[in-house]
């Protein structure tokens, strides 16, 4: 559904992502990792058109994007840190952003109700706690019913009844058979979320596979020891090369 | 589009400057009025001060509303929308509200106590100076990534347009005051919209005769057909230029 084809992106002299390939097929759910700064955040906001690669190119459903706006209508995106007017209310902001996606008339409204925003309604953006401002998000990013979910560390700030409760929708939609990317450092949210597993290290993909596959090679029996025990083979990786480079 | 300005200018005129700004100008028009019976002398002194602050609030204003709004413009880069209307939308915006605080301020005043031609082109050359000034801030947002960075820059070309540009002109007329510098001082004109904004209002005022020779030759050329095309040209291309090279460099930036 989503293909990236070598995409490279520098920033300054920077090499966020190197001929990066990556593709994510439609009733998956794929968990991205890597350290930070190993460009998953660089990554998602290529496949939005905000950040535009240097070289390659971004296929959604067969086409690319670039210079593209309408593709977007296919996505669900919650931001890692959300970012909204300070003086806008939140029922205002829904209303919004309804009103940009004019042709969608059927709204899903699960994450409204259990998050309980209705009743918050008339607070504006900048008076909420970084918490209400991810259920927001996480609200926004499920509303129009998209194909596809892109999720940039959603679990991240939310109290306990609130991951809870936007994990289990976050299941529910996978089992409609939606294509979903979340990526996060909470290895226990991803093993239960997701069913490949894409390993970012330093602009490149180190690992891509199911999880199942992951734990054979890695031999471990569980998904965090997995997880591990991938890092240290890229630290290995990275120190190989150092002694090449000095040799 | 329209949609997206809808909520740009429900943002920008629910802040509370907008407001001030008109009260501002409003103060200032009404205490002119105040000291002088005269309507040329009331329109050479709010000119006098148009001519300053003017640009210089457009600058500072545009500058932080781009920043201050960067959030949600990255809102509406996620939603499928183009780019450019993104940008295009708080542009106008900003310039619509600035406008409006201009037309507002000083139209009031003079719709109570009159107004002749010389106040009308007032208005205009306020509308086109914010229009330009906009377009520099906004141009100086969008290639930095650092709002004091941006403001710094937009107020260097306050004072290069109103201020630096002005000696530059006067030196080089002193140097060469042996030679016809009338069509040289005319081009040069054109280049700067703070002189042109000015020439065109003076050239409404009697006080050309003042001016010289050269004043004799400008009151000629301004109240040609042609004269009024090419400055009418030039002040579109000043409002232009800088507005679509910042949406040029908008439509590749990284957020």
């Keep these: ?247 | 589009m329209l949609k997206l300005l809808k909520y740009a200018l429900y943002d920008i005129l629910k802040s509370r400057f907008a407001i001030i700004y008109t009260v501002f100008l409003a103060m200032v028009a009404v205490s002119i009025y105040q000291v002088s019976d005269d309507l040329s002398k009331v329109s050479l002194s709010l000119m006098n001060i148009l001519i300053m602050i003017v640009p210089l609030i457009s600058a500072v204003f545009a500058t932080t509303h781009f920043y201050n709004n960067l959030e949600f413009i990255e809102l509406m880069l996620a939603q499928p929308v183009k780019r450019s209307q993104v940008f295009l939308s708080q542009l106008f915006a900003v310039i619509l509200m600035l406008s409006l605080s201009i037309v507002i301020g000083f139209g009031l005043p003079m719709v109570l106590w009159g107004a002749d031609s010389s106040l009308i082109t007032l208005l205009a050359v306020g509308v086109i100076l914010s229009a330009v000034f906009t377009g520099f801030a906004f141009l100086a947002s969008v290639i930095t990534r650092d709002k004091a960075k941006a403001i710094g820059i937009s107020l260097a070309l306050w004072i290069y347009f109103s201020l630096v540009y002005d000696g530059f002109v006067l030196y080089l007329i002193y140097s060469f005051a042996d030679y016809p510098l009338e069509k040289v001082t005319l081009g040069l004109v054109m280049l700067n919209p703070v002189d042109l904004g000015r020439i065109l209002m003076l050239m409404q005022l009697d006080i050309s005769a003042l001016m010289g020779y050269t004043g004799a030759f400008f009151q000629q050329f301004f109240s040609s057909g042609l004269g009024v095309l090419v400055s009418a040209g030039a002040l579109v291309l000043w409002m232009l230029w800088p507005g679509m090279l910042a949406s040029r460099v908008f439509g590749k930036r990284d957020f």
């Design chain 1, 1 to 247: 559904m989503i293909s990236v084809n070598a995409i490279s992106k520098k920033f300054g002299k920077q090499e966020v992502l190197k001929e990066f390939k990556l593709s994510f097929e439609k009733g998956n759910s794929y968990a991205i990792m890597g350290p930070n700064g190993s460009g998953k955040t660089t990554l998602i906001k290529s496949i939005l058109g905000m950040v535009l690669p240097d070289k390659g190119e971004i296929l959604v459903n067969g086409q690319s994007i670039k210079g593209r706006n309408d593709y977007r209508q296919l996505i669900g995106y919650m931001p890692q840190i959300g970012r909204y007017p300070q003086n806008m209310k939140i029922g205002q902001l829904f209303s919004m952003m309804k009103d940009m996606r004019p042709e969608i008339k059927q709204y899903d409204l699960d994450l409204v109700e259990e998050f309980e925003l209705d009743k918050i309604k008339d607070k504006s953006m900048g008076t909420l706690s970084g918490g209400t401002r991810q259920k927001v998000s996480a609200a926004l990013a499920f509303l129009f019913n998209p194909e596809i979910l892109i999720l940039d560390e959603p679990t991240a700030g939310l109290d306990p009844i609130a991951v809870e409760i936007l994990k289990s929708k976050i299941k529910r939609e996978r089992e409609s058979g939606k294509l979903i990317l979340i990526t996060s450092h909470i290895l226990s949210d991803l093993e239960e979320l997701t069913n490949q597993a894409i390993y970012i290290f330093e602009g490149e993909v180190f690992f891509n596979d199911s999880i199942e596959s992951l734990k054979e090679i890695t031999s471990e029996e569980k998904f965090s020891p997995a997880i591990a025990k991938l890092m240290q083979w890229t630290l290995k990786k990275k120190s190989t090369t150092k002694v090449l480079t000095y040799a």
